[in-house]
């Protein structure tokens, strides 16, 4: 046999684990990438969350605390104060046909309303949102009703969606009541659901948007353009919704300026009157990604601020302890920190395009 040397070129791609975790990390959304972080934290006490996130939370209790120690003293001060004007003001002899009251007055009455109105400010506070059911509800204590009515309309309250309108048509309300209420008629529960369109917000309890923008527009009753202002949303709404101008100047007979002032009459109602009330929280979208236009280049940048900030924990690190609970790797779970958390973090990268170059 006759030995021989060759040489031989090629390309290898080494998947590291730390390659493997980066390349899995990065198809995760932020809320899986928060969840795979606090995971990390819980299986791992080489990790703890970085102490600046817990800074303003420590602030305020303490300051809360200061002026729980506070509190008690000033009170004690101010309750001996008032009771010293107390004493002072009363005088030491009194006509036989003179009045307690303008003599002395009460300091306990001041003090039971400022105590009335703190606790009224703490329930008001943290009292939950009100639903525009429960608006219209307490309106409809306050309105005097026959019984039969009052029945009719907690029927129709309960239909209203969270924009204002009706789910379903007055019929329906009518057939499902039918069983409940001896002979009723649907002229008795459109009576009904006309008298809580006038309740606040005006106009809620409507079957569509045509509807509702009739009952809001009698508050305009005295405008001069009221007639021209009701034919339109009565006959021609969708032409006003297709913004066919012409279309409406020719049919309503009202000229540019005139057929403006309907517009700009029309803006002022609300399309929408249960968004007034709304019980709905807001809730608010945080990006992965943040784009932004720099010298005409668009830079692309990873949202860190939505990430909790992970550190370290240099008692473990430094060999104090040679493990932790009695059952953990301490040489694992460096191994796996520094996978985590790297000495020197470098700048996130950025993805540029020159302007004219990005394209949906």
Request: glycine content about 2%.
């Amino acid at each position: 046999m006759k030995q021989s040397l060759q040489l031989k070129l090629g390309q290898q791609l080494t998947m590291t684990p730390q390659l493997q975790q980066a390349i899995r990390l990065l198809q995760l959304s932020t809320l899986d990438l928060k969840q795979e972080i606090h995971e990390f934290l819980e299986s791992n006490p080489l990790l703890e969350l970085d102490d600046e996130e817990h800074t303003n939370s420590d602030t305020q209790a303490s300051i809360e605390s200061k002026i729980a120690t506070e509190t008690p003293i000033e009170t004690n001060s101010e309750e001996a104060r008032l009771e010293s004007e107390w004493t002072e003001s009363i005088p030491e002899e009194l006509s036989i046909d003179s009045n307690w009251d303008d003599t002395y007055q009460s300091s306990a009455a001041v003090s039971d309303s400022n105590s009335f109105e703190s606790e009224s400010d703490f329930e008001s506070r943290n009292a939950p949102a009100e639903s525009i059911q429960d608006h219209l509800i307490w309106q409809l204590n306050l309105t005097h009703m026959s019984d039969r009515d009052i029945e009719i309309a907690y029927a129709i309250i309960e239909c209203v969606q969270p924009d204002g309108y009706l789910s379903i048509t007055p019929e329906d309300i009518c057939e499902s009541l039918s069983t409940e209420l001896e002979e009723l008629e649907i002229d008795e529960v459109i009576a009904v659901q006309h008298r809580l369109q006038r309740f606040d917000p005006v106009g809620v309890c409507s079957i569509d948007l045509r509807d509702c923008l009739l009952v809001q527009l009698e508050a305009f009753h005295s405008h001069p353009l009221f007639k021209s202002t009701y034919n339109l949303i009565d006959h021609y709404l969708p032409l006003l919704g297709n913004r066919d101008f012409a279309q409406l100047s020719r049919k309503t007979k009202l000229k540019d300026e005139a057929l403006k002032e309907v517009i700009h009459l029309i803006q002022q109602l609300n399309p929408r009157p249960g968004s007034v009330i709304d019980a709905d929280d807001t809730d608010y979208v945080i990006p992965d990604v943040s784009v932004k236009k720099r010298n005409d280049v668009w830079q692309v940048e990873l949202n860190n601020d939505a990430l909790p900030h992970k550190n370290q924990r240099n008692v473990f690190c430094n060999g104090e302890y040679s493990h932790h609970n009695g059952r953990c790797d301490l040489h694992k779970n460096i191994a796996s920190r520094s996978q985590v958390v790297h000495e020197k973090p470098s700048k996130p990268k950025r993805n540029v395009v020159k302007s004219g170059q990005l394209h949906r």
